[in-house]
């Protein structure tokens, strides 16, 4: 297949011509207010200032005036700018419902930016997302274990300005403001008067610096900014618990959690306060694995490696007592992350941050995009009184974006051609392993069992290998999802029981079934055969990856032509369709939060709740839910397919009444009905699931 020229010169494509950046416009606007507490994150407002190019300009003003301030920020053809701009704009909305759509009309002409989200923008250009560039260490990592973190004002006005501010933040009037509301600002002390000032005035310096010319990624601001207003709107409505079935859940996780450390104590492995005792442990690991246990990566400080202690190293251990202990550190997080949250009676309001390096986005404070598979989490998680959940999926999203990438690089696709004939690519790469045609596989693939089976390996296949997944990654990714190659072929019965592999190509690796790496090597073989485009996209990548090393960062193709430096073909092949997905779905929530929140269709009884990547969760009141629910599903898909012009767009809308994560469209009579899993036997649902059953 043929590579077309201008591919290895991506970097070399033009931006868009960079035009001097009309400062006059611009006014630095930011909001003091009561502090945020569960439930509210857009609390009342005590105060706001503004200032403009001029310095000395800057001003603070009572709430009175507020209102009058902001729209005099975003009147005419004003740009506003902001440190976390999307907070002040939530603030204003809830405290002055009169400003939602001022808020929308900058953002739709582009005439909001926040520093927060450009600095994001640069330095991922310069390969310093979320990091210091002077030590490469990440600000602080969330859930899932990504670099992710704020750029808060203070940094930048250190970075920017050579200001330090760290002592009057941490320790002046930031968190005090409630104490002065209602109370006139001629009697406001000295300090309180100057610090929002000065907020103001380095927010503006600091936009000025940002915003001078050779900044990479500028152009990218208007669909971040629009993107994080959607998402900070799910925010500041939130989720809602059943307190009640959440209660039984954190009992239980309360229950194991004491029995593992009664257990654990006894056997050595923990110690009376609690912590681990790792001689123990690495003993317990190397008798189980009969004196030749799995070794970590060597290091400056121990250059032949220590026995690994991982948890994939416990649970394949074939030890009862190592496979609890490693199953009871998720269980310990369950407990710290939600023993207080699902009993929670106020919404649930979750932080987003709307950019990582891939243009995807993240979730902290709960990490809802990630939930556990297993301990019913999710099913805590209920609508408001009277609407239900719609989720409407994308399907395959990422095999679509690849697709299209591939279709611009090289002029051809076979994924691509499948995907627009509504072929099943997992069922494809079924027929390629075991010899048998498209035709045969696809209509017995949910009542043959070694078919079924197959088509479940095969989805960790082609979503795993596309970003240069090596076949041991292959097969821990697709086991911790309970995906075991070799027993899904049929091959073993008992995953592990012909033997474990430690080592692959000279590297310590974690324990590995021995037949699932062997067909992890074949499903790969196989799988470029299927889809022969893939070996000139790898090619490619690998090409960019050195380029990166030498400091050149990598142009997407989706809208806004994003850059991003990286020297990890890995990361450079994920990056150019997972982009692609994540600019459209996030493009996706924005046109879904305007018609929610803006518009005068049936979408006025629906407030998005959750952004999932390739997802979107609403809540949907019941009396128009078929309705609604396919409105959503036409912005979505419409809105994709724009971002994904020759490759066809699929979502349909699911119903339930709980978060079911397997929620599938339920339709009678032409009406979507609520969807619930077979067995669900939690009691005050019954009635309501008989009703919804017909």
């Given at each position: 297949?043929?590579?077309?020229?201008g591919?290895?010169?991506?970097?070399?494509?033009?931006?868009?011509s960079v035009?001097?950046?009309p400062?006059?416009?611009?006014r630095?606007?930011?909001?003091?207010?009561?502090?945020?507490?569960?439930?509210?994150?857009?609390?009342?407002?005590?105060?706001?200032?503004i200032a403009?190019p001029?310095?000395?300009?800057e001003?603070?003003?009572?709430?009175?005036?507020a209102?009058?301030?902001?729209?005099?920020?975003?009147?005419?053809?004003?740009?506003?700018g902001?440190?976390n701009?999307?907070?002040?704009?939530?603030?204003m909305?809830?405290?002055f419902?009169?400003t939602?759509?001022d808020?929308?009309r900058?953002?739709?002409?582009?005439?909001?930016?926040?520093?927060d989200?450009l600095e994001?923008l640069?330095?991922?250009?310069r390969?310093f997302?979320?990091r210091d560039p002077?030590?490469g260490?990440?600000?602080?990592r969330?859930?899932?274990?990504?670099?992710?973190?704020?750029?808060?004002?203070?940094l930048l006005e250190k970075?920017?300005?050579?200001?330090?501010?760290t002592?009057?933040?941490?320790?002046?009037?930031?968190?005090?403001y409630a104490?002065?509301?209602?109370t006139?600002?001629?009697?406001?002390?000295?300090?309180a008067?100057?610090y929002p000032?000065?907020?103001?005035?380095?927010?503006?310096?600091?936009?000025?610096?940002?915003?001078a010319?050779?900044?990479?990624?500028?152009?990218?601001?208007?669909?971040?900014?629009?993107?994080?207003?959607?998402?900070?709107?799910?925010?500041?409505?939130?989720?809602?618990v059943?307190p009640e079935?959440g209660?039984?859940v954190?009992?239980?996780?309360?229950e194991?959690?004491?029995?593992?450390?009664?257990?654990?104590?006894?056997?050595g492995?923990?110690r009376?306060?609690?912590?681990?005792?790792?001689?123990?442990?690495?003993?317990?690991?190397?008798?189980a694995?009969?004196?030749?246990p799995?070794?970590t990566?060597?290091?400056?400080?121990?250059?032949?490696?220590?026995i690994?202690?991982?948890?994939?190293?416990?649970?394949?251990?074939?030890?009862?007592?190592?496979?609890a202990?490693?199953e009871?550190?998720?269980n310990e997080?369950?407990h710290?992350?939600?023993?207080?949250?699902?009993?929670?009676?106020?919404?649930?309001n979750?932080?987003?941050t709307v950019l990582?390096?891939?243009?995807?986005?993240s979730?902290?404070?709960?990490n809802?995009?990630?939930?556990?598979?297993?301990?019913?989490?999710?099913?805590?998680?209920?609508?408001?009184?009277?609407?239900?959940?719609?989720?409407v999926d994308y399907?395959a999203?990422?095999?679509?974006?690849?697709?299209?990438?591939?279709l611009?690089?090289f002029k051809?696709?076979?994924?691509?051609?499948?995907i627009?004939a509504?072929?099943?690519?997992?069922?494809r790469l079924?027929g390629?392993?075991i010899?048998?045609?498209?035709?045969?596989v696809?209509?017995?693939?949910?009542s043959?069992?070694?078919?079924k089976?197959l088509?479940?390996a095969?989805?960790?296949?082609n979503?795993?290998?596309?970003?240069?997944m090596g076949p041991?990654?292959?097969?821990?990714?697709?086991?911790k999802?309970?995906?075991?190659?070799?027993?899904l072929?049929k091959?073993?019965e008992?995953c592990g029981?012909?033997?474990?592999?430690?080592e692959y190509?000279?590297?310590?690796?974690?324990?590995?079934?021995?037949?699932?790496?062997?067909l992890?090597?074949?499903?790969r073989d196989?799988w470029?055969?299927?889809?022969?485009?893939?070996?000139?996209?790898?090619?490619?990548?690998?090409?960019?990856?050195?380029?990166?090393?030498?400091?050149v960062p990598?142009?997407?193709?989706?809208?806004?032509k994003?850059?991003?430096?990286?020297?990890?073909?890995?990361?450079?092949a994920?990056?150019?369709f997972?982009?692609?997905?994540?600019?459209?779905?996030?493009?996706a929530a924005?046109?879904?939060?305007?018609?929610?929140?803006?518009?005068?269709?049936v979408l006025?009884?629906?407030?998005?709740?959750l952004?999932?990547?390739d997802e979107?969760?609403?809540?949907?009141?019941e009396?128009?839910l078929?309705?609604?629910?396919?409105?959503?599903?036409?912005i979505?898909?419409?809105t994709?397919q724009?971002?994904?012009?020759?490759?066809?767009?699929s979502?349909?809308?699911?119903a339930?009444?709980?978060?079911f994560?397997?929620?599938?469209p339920?339709?009678?009579?032409?009406?979507?009905?609520?969807w619930?899993?077979?067995?669900?036997?939690?009691s005050?649902?019954?009635?309501?699931?008989?009703?919804d059953?017909?």
């Open positions: 297949m043929r590579c077309y020229a591919v290895h010169g991506l970097r070399d494509l033009a931006l868009e035009v001097p950046f400062f006059e416009k611009l630095a606007f930011d909001t003091e207010t009561w502090l945020i507490r569960p439930g509210l994150a857009a609390p009342p407002i005590v105060c706001a200032s403009g001029t310095p000395g300009d001003r603070i003003v009572d709430k009175a005036a209102l009058r301030t902001f729209r005099g920020c975003v009147a005419g053809d004003g740009i506003i902001g440190a701009l999307v907070y002040d704009f939530g603030v909305a809830a405290n419902p009169e939602i759509p808020i929308f900058s953002l739709e002409e582009s005439r909001a930016v926040s520093t989200i994001a640069h330095d991922n250009a390969g997302m979320y002077l030590t260490q990440p600000f602080a969330d859930e899932s274990g990504e670099a992710v973190g704020r750029y808060s004002l203070a970075r920017y300005l050579g200001i330090d501010r002592a009057e933040k941490e320790n002046g009037w930031r968190l005090r104490e002065l509301d209602g006139p600002l001629t009697m406001w002390p000295d300090e008067i100057e000032r000065r907020d103001a005035r380095g927010t503006f310096d600091v936009l000025r610096a940002q915003l010319e050779g900044r990479q990624n500028v152009q990218c601001i208007g669909q971040e900014m629009r993107a994080a207003w959607a998402l900070h709107l799910m925010k500041i409505y939130g989720m809602r059943d079935m209660a039984s954190v009992k239980r996780i309360e194991q959690r004491e029995k593992d450390q009664v257990r654990f104590i006894a056997a492995i923990l009376e306060d609690g912590s681990c005792d790792t001689k123990v442990l690495k003993g317990l690991v190397a008798l694995y009969k004196g030749a799995p070794k990566e060597p290091s400056t400080r121990f250059p032949e490696g220590q690994s202690t991982s948890r994939d190293t416990l649970l394949e251990s074939g030890d009862e007592l190592l496979e202990y490693g009871a550190g998720p997080k369950l710290s992350t939600f023993s207080k949250l699902l009993t929670a009676t106020e919404p649930i979750p932080e987003f990582v390096q891939s243009g995807r986005t979730c902290s404070r709960p809802l995009q990630q939930l556990p598979r297993k301990g019913s989490i999710r099913e805590c998680f209920v609508p408001r009184l009277g609407s239900v959940y719609v989720s399907a999203n990422e095999l679509v974006t690849l697709s299209q990438v591939c611009e690089w051809a696709s076979r994924m691509a051609d499948a627009n509504g072929q099943d690519l997992h069922c079924v390629r392993v010899g048998r045609s498209y035709d045969e696809y209509p017995i693939r949910k043959d069992p070694l078919i089976g088509r479940q095969m989805k960790e296949v979503f795993g290998l596309p970003g240069f041991p990654k292959l097969v821990a990714t697709a086991r999802k309970d995906v075991r190659f070799c027993e072929a091959v073993l008992h029981s012909a033997g474990k592999e430690t190509w000279g590297r310590p690796i974690s324990p590995t079934c021995t037949k699932c790496l062997e992890a090597i074949q499903y196989l470029y055969e299927e889809w022969p485009e893939m070996k000139d996209y790898h090619a490619v990548c690998k090409r960019l990856a050195e380029d990166g090393s030498r400091g990598v142009e997407s193709f989706s809208r806004g994003m850059l991003r430096l990286s020297d990890s073909p890995g990361s450079i994920n990056h150019f997972q982009n692609r997905a994540a600019v459209g779905g996030k493009d924005w046109r879904l939060a305007k018609a929610c929140y803006l518009g005068d269709s006025r009884n629906c407030r998005p709740v952004f999932l990547h979107i969760l609403a809540e949907i009141r009396e128009v078929t309705e609604a629910a396919l409105a959503q599903a036409e979505m898909v419409d994709m724009e971002h994904v012009p020759d490759v066809k767009v979502a349909e809308p699911a339930c009444r709980r978060w994560k397997d929620a599938e339920v339709w009678k009579d032409g009406k979507l009905r609520p619930w899993p077979a067995g669900w036997d939690w005050p649902d019954q009635e309501r699931m008989r009703e059953l017909g």
